[in-house]
């Protein structure tokens, strides 16, 4: 058809080579379906080719995300046996690191506690001045045998854990001398607790290499080993919460305070809180060097001991029978009495 319309529509010309006039073989209306037959052939051949070029290219796509995911599902997989040899190792390390379990003496104060004791506390400037963020700080809260330092650190701990982003650590120690353990009231196992505390958010290289400098866990790592360690590691820009319970139960005070003293020199975002009886060494090693001292024996602590005592009395089963007003008296002259002593029943 092609061949015919050009042989048809060929212009003619003279030896001259001026154009002659074209004369049309055939009536406008032929031509025209003839031209619209070849419109419909061009659409046909254009579609044509466009479906054969959408398959190939259809086809490629389909290799090259087979390919792709081949080699992200061996990148994954690769990443998921190392992760989980890391984690192996990690939780060997920390397990290695966690040779005394600070949580048990934090799970019983947690027990004794009773709802709104220690606000007075939390709610105090020299709490807040501790917590703030920004530059180091060491608190050293004292108090009388018998006055609740225990249940308020882990008060403390709690509301500590509560206000700590995903970057930030709360690592806590209580030393024990009531449970005849020796493993609670040693310098070693308070720092080496700590470095639990801080691997089980991040293992630093610093500890791995301690790691692997004890025979990869099977020996203990000495005093001057974990205190390098940690020192290191809390170098390292972290902002970290250490909090210390009963500093007068260590067996090793000497060195407990000399341990503490180099702590408080370490740069960095370090709040260091302490509790203790108010004993010579420990009030002369400290008053000198933390950035707060409160007491726990001015009228601040009445609130938690009526607290105390008025939940003593409640569950006392023949004191709970006694007459309101005579109840109340005796929770006045309690309070009065006891002078900082939240152990009066």
């Known amino acids: 058809m092609l061949g015919e319309i050009e042989s048809r529509i060929r212009l003619k010309r003279e030896h001259s080579g001026k154009l002659k ?29 466009q479906g ?17 995911s081949v080699a992200k599902e061996g ?19 920390i397990k290695w690191l966690a040779t005394t379990d600070p949580n048990s003496n934090h799970s019983a104060a947690r027990q004794k506690w009773e709802p709104g004791t220690g606000d007075w506390f939390l709610s105090s400037h020299q709490f807040a001045q501790w917590f703030q963020p920004g530059k180091p700080s060491s608190l050293w809260l004292h108090g009388i045998p018998g006055a609740g330092k225990t249940i308020l650190c882990s008060t403390i701990i709690e509301n500590v854990r509560s206000r700590c982003s995903g970057d930030e650590i709360c690592a806590f120690f209580y030393f024990d001398s009531i449970s005849g353990q ?4 040693t310098v070693s196992s308070m720092l080496s607790s700590f470095l639990a505390q801080i691997s089980a958010a991040q293992i630093h290289q610093e500890v791995h290499r301690l790691y692997e400098k004890c025979e990869k866990g099977r020996r203990t790592p000495t005093l001057d080993e974990l205190t390098e360690t940690i020192f290191t590691v809390l170098n390292k820009g972290l902002r970290v919460h250490l909090i210390v319970d009963a500093l007068d139960e260590c067996s090793e005070r000497e060195l407990l305070l000399r341990v503490i003293k180099q702590m408080l020199q370490v740069e960095g975002d ?7 009886r108010k004993e010579y060494d420990i009030e002369s090693t400290l008053q000198p060097i933390v950035t707060a ?42 309070v009065s009495r006891a ?4 152990d009066v029943l």
């Open 52 to 68: 054969d070029m959408a398959t190939t290219m259809v086809a490629i796509q389909d290799t090259v995300n087979e390919v792709h």
């Open 182 to 185: 020796v493993a609670k009231q």
């Open 293 to 334: 001292i409160v007491s726990m024996e001015d009228k601040r602590v009445d609130p938690d001991i009526r607290i105390h005592v008025e939940q003593c009395m409640r569950e006392d089963p023949k004191l709970c029978r006694w007459d309101e007003k005579i109840k109340e008296e005796i929770v006045n002259e309690l």
């Open 75 to 93: 990148s994954d997989t690769a990443h998921v046996i190392l992760h989980g040899i890391h984690t192996q190792r990690d939780s060997k390390i």
């Open 270 to 276: 370090i709040h260091l809180l302490l509790t203790s």
């Open 21 to 49: 006039s074209i004369t049309w073989p055939w009536q406008w209306e032929e031509m025209a379906k003839k031209l619209k037959i070849i419109e419909r052939h061009k659409l046909t051949f254009t579609i044509a080719l």
């Open 339 to 342: 002078k900082g002593m939240y």
